[in-house]
């Protein structure tokens, strides 16, 4: 067995990866069961929000990591 640290930036990327497909998952799980049962707008919007807000913090998650990676020459 490695006793080797995993590397931060990995485990960061690997979790926003991660939201980026459970958010885009639940995106469009949640747009055909809305559909199929009638959601009111309000909630399909809130349900669209929701998974928009996921989607903005990974790639705000995933920039910092590249600008980190970038500013130490890797």
Do not use: E, H
Request: net charge positive; hydrophobic share 60%; aromatic share 10%.
């Amino acid at each position: 067995m490695s006793s080797q640290k995993p590397d931060p930036a990995v485990s960061q990327v690997r979790l926003a990866a991660a939201v980026i497909v459970t958010a885009f998952l639940a995106w469009m799980a949640a747009s055909v069961v809305g559909g199929r049962v009638g959601l009111p707008v309000r909630y399909a919007f809130l349900i669209d929000m929701i998974c928009m807000a996921a989607l903005i913090w990974a790639l705000v998650v995933l920039f910092r990591v590249w600008q980190k990676s970038r500013d130490n020459g890797v």
